[in-house]
């Protein structure tokens, strides 16, 4: 083959490779922002979660205190 052939070949080649890795790395990008946002909305919930239990505990110290079922001695 001629060398000009060859050269073109191999410039197509390099452009077809530098493309599929800047699609991927895009990817790779928007994967990472999706899967932030979804930490971030599962820890907001796991916040609102610990917090009803906390309110949970306190109305049932208030029970066991008010009813007479609170021991000391518990663990």
């Known amino acids: ?4 052939v060859l050269e073109g070949l191999g410039f197509y080649l390099v ?9 991927i790395s895009i990817g790779c990008v928007i ?19 610990n917090e009803k239990v906390k309110k949970l505990t306190k109305e049932n110290f208030v029970l066991k205190l008010k009813h007479g079922e609170f021991d000391i001695d518990e663990k």
């Open 1 to 4: 083959m001629n060398y000009i």
């Open 15 to 23: 452009l077809i490779m530098v493309i599929l890795m800047l699609l």
């Open 31 to 49: 994967y990472a922002v999706l899967s932030d946002k979804r930490g971030f909305i599962l820890e907001d919930l796991l916040l609102a979660n």
